[in-house]
Every structure is written in structure tokens, then in C-alpha cells.
């Protein structure tokens, strides 16, 4: 018996940090965002889980994944599988890239360094948001790994002029244009909460940061949030309390239209994405402007509530477009079987913002760096159970969606 008991009885060697104690207990990203939801204060929670009206779109974009259907092939040698693709000529090891979010350092205080840290360790593409808080150098310090920089045209062509320009110079790879943010979204929760950038003090904050002591004392013990690439012009730089709708709204420029790509490739020098495409026939657009690359996308449902999911776009999109422009999905993206059900559809890579603001906000660092191991493990495993190799050879898997009778044929 006592030798029974020692076969099937073995005590975990007990991890002293309290955050990879945490992490461990996740099996998905639903599971971090729990976690995220109970480490953060609401509002703030909100802001990154949030999107718009009734959120039907966030919604339907996870769920449009789970109606693609890969059929798998067996007896396949995959013990060796490499989902590298390229991107405007730089590799992604297993493609994906992550996308630019906004105010990074509420859900954290090292904010977009610690992603940017953790990406160029994996030779994961960051992008950096116009509305980051930490600047175009900052994260250029801090990382040896392709950056891109994504750029909101503000009505001050000078300072959009001055942002690309630093861009450039301090070693970004390429300029990604957000085309979908005209006007602001309605975000519901965030007009109930009357949820401000950075967050404001009163009642209702001190009462959520006694609930969330962790998140209170870094918070106000490191140096004020702002919108990093224009820190110092004290009337756009976040420096104050603002509400976003009500800055975004004043503050970009609602007239941009395809005849400012020509001045945004020449004032950076870099190739161009669009971020935001919702229609084949702006994808086709991009492809006869000369854009190099665009990113299906609806802001991760937070703008316009009722958007195609990218996933579902795509098929349609990549017949139109054939090899003229390469095609990213953004949006919806939760398990690395997302990414491969999309690169089997034809995607050069996918895109993701929520998965790693859910990792900082459970556990800082350590969230990301298990947001990004989580997604790599998943990608191998489910190229390998689909007897898939590389990229070209899960191209040659029979993939059916239920949206259509068929989204390729085998």
C-alpha cells in the first residue's frame, strides 16, 4: 500500500510568486480575463473589455471562429511544424503580430514596455498606439524586435508629420493608419461609468481602489499617465482627466480620406497598413492605391456595432485581392487555433490586443509572457493534429465555414 500511495502522491514544489500561482490556474484566455476582471477596478476593466452599443459585434467575431472547420489529414510527419509567414517583408515566427491598444499603463504601470519587452523576446511584431503611454523612444529602447507604429492622422497634419518622422528614426518598421475612427464609438460601459483617461478620483474610485489595493498602490505611486507621443502639449496630451469620446472627436481628423496615403508614405518613407478595412471593396481600393498590407478589422467591435467579423471577410476578400496586397485579421482572435484557422483561410497573419491587456492586467509581464506562450503552444499543436507543417501546407487542408457552403474547396 505504502508503495502505491508514493507512486500516485507527489507534492508541487510551492511557487512563492503570487502572480505565476495565479497564472497557473488559467487553461484559456477566458480564464485570464477573470483573473484581469478581479485584479482590476472596474472602470478601467471596462474600458479594455468594453465596445460598442450592445457589443453584439465583439461577440459575433469570437464566435465567427468557431464556425470555420478544418478537416485533418493523418499519418503526416509534423515533428517538425513552422508557422513562419512575413509581413511587409519581416518574419513573424508564427503569425501573429499584436496590436495597438490605447492607455496600456492603466492596466499596468510598465505599460507598453513590458509588451514590447516580451514581443521582441518571441520576435513578435508590436505596434505602438498613436495614444500609448509610453513614447516612440521609450519602447524603442526597450526592444531589438520589429516595431510598427500606428498612427491616428490628427487634424494637426504637423504633429502626424512629427509622429511618422519619429518613428522612422527611431527604427519602426512600418506605419499602420487606423481608417475606421472618423467619430468615436459609443462604448455603453463607459458612458454609465463616466469613465475619464486617465481615471479620475471621487467616491466611487476610492471605494474600487480599497477593493483592488495592488492596482491602487501602482497607480499612484509612479509618475502620471499621459499620451506619451505628445507629452507636454498640455491640450492633447491626456495630462487631464478627459473623456475619450469627447477627444478623439475634437482632436482627429474626420476628413481623411485615400488621397492622404500619398502624404503619409512621404512624410515616414515606410511601407503603409491600413487598419479597420470592413469591405472587399476597400480592400481592393487598398490593393490599386499601392498600400502594402490591411488589417480586416472592427476595432475589436468597439466602433461601428453591427461590422462583419474580420474572420468572416476574409475568404471573399483574399479572391478579390489575389497576391496584390497582403491581408491580416484582427479581432476575435482568442486560442492558437484562431490564428491557424485564419492562415488556413488564406490570412498573411493575424492580429490581437485583448488577450495581452488581459495578461497585464492579471499579472503584468508574467501575463504577457503567458498570453504569448499560450498562443505559440496552440498553433503547434493544432498544425500538428491537422498534419499541417508549414503555412503552405495548411493552405492545402480542407477548410469549410458555415457561413458559406464552402469557403475553398480541398
Not at 453584439?56 to 472547420?69: E, G, I, R, T, Y
Not at 478537416?71 to 508557422?83: E, H, K, T
Not at 505596434?127 to 513614447?135: A, E, F, H, M
Request: glycine share 10%; aromatic share 8%.
Amino acid at each position: 500500500m505504502i508503495k502505491t500511495i508514493r507512486s500516485v502522491v507527489a507534492l508541487r514544489t510551492f511557487d512563492w510568486n503570487s502572480r505565476r500561482r495565479r497564472l497557473a490556474r488559467c487553461g484559456n484566455i477566458d480564464d485570464l480575463r477573470l483573473l484581469a476582471k478581479r485584479q482590476l477596478p472596474a472602470g478601467v476593466f471596462d474600458y479594455f473589455d468594453g465596445a460598442a452599443e450592445t457589443e453584439w459585434s465583439l461577440a459575433n467575431n469570437s464566435a465567427k471562429f468557431d464556425q470555420v472547420h478544418l478537416q485533418p489529414r493523418v499519418l503526416v510527419d509534423v515533428s517538425n511544424v513552422n508557422a513562419a509567414t512575413t509581413v511587409m517583408g519581416q518574419t513573424l515566427p508564427n503569425g501573429f503580430a499584436l496590436s495597438p491598444t490605447g492607455f496600456t499603463r492603466i492596466a499596468g504601470s510598465p505599460g507598453e514596455l513590458a509588451v514590447a519587452k516580451v514581443a521582441a523576446k518571441h520576435g513578435v511584431p508590436y505596434t505602438l498606439s498613436t495614444l500609448g503611454t509610453r513614447s516612440i523612444e521609450e519602447v524603442a529602447a526597450v526592444s531589438d524586435g520589429p516595431l510598427w507604429y500606428q498612427l491616428y492622422v490628427w487634424k494637426d497634419r504637423g504633429l502626424s508629420r512629427e509622429l511618422v518622422q519619429r518613428a522612422k528614426a527611431a527604427g519602426y518598421k512600418a506605419i499602420m493608419v487606423t481608417v475606421d475612427t472618423a467619430v468615436f464609438g459609443r462604448r455603453d460601459r463607459d458612458v454609465r461609468r463616466g469613465f475619464t483617461l486617465p481615471p479620475k478620483i471621487g467616491l466611487e474610485t476610492f471605494v474600487d481602489g480599497i477593493r483592488h489595493p495592488r492596482w491602487t498602490l501602482d497607480f499612484v505611486t509612479h509618475e502620471p499617465i499621459t499620451f506619451s507621443a505628445v507629452a507636454g502639449r498640455g491640450d492633447v496630451d491626456g495630462s487631464t482627466a478627459i473623456t475619450l469620446s469627447d477627444y478623439v472627436n475634437s482632436q482627429f481628423d474626420a476628413s481623411l480620406s485615400w488621397r492622404d496615403l500619398d502624404w503619409v508614405r512621404s512624410e515616414s518613407g515606410l511601407p503603409i497598413m491600413l487598419k479597420g478595412i470592413q469591405s472587399v471593396a476597400d480592400a481592393t481600393r487598398a490593393r490599386d492605391e499601392g498600400v502594402e498590407a490591411i488589417a480586416l478589422s472592427n476595432h475589436g467591435g468597439r466602433q461601428f456595432d453591427g461590422s462583419p467579423a474580420p474572420i468572416e471577410l476574409l475568404p471573399a476578400v483574399v479572391d478579390a485581392v489575389g497576391d496584390g496586397i497582403e491581408v491580416l485579421v484582427d479581432g476575435g482572435v482568442r486560442r492558437g487555433s484562431d490564428v491557424v484557422k485564419a492562415l488556413a483561410l488564406g490570412a498573411r497573419a493575424v492580429m490581437f490586443g485583448r488577450p495581452y491587456l488581459y495578461g497585464m492586467g492579471a499579472a503584468g509581464e508574467l501575463g504577457v509572457e503567458w498570453v504569448i506562450d499560450y498562443f505559440n503552444a496552440g498553433i503547434a499543436r493544432t498544425m500538428a493534429l491537422l498534419g499541417a507543417t508549414d503555412v503552405a501546407s495548411l493552405r492545402e487542408i480542407t477548410c469549410e465555414c458555415e457561413w458559406t457552403a464552402s469557403a475553398r474547396p480541398s
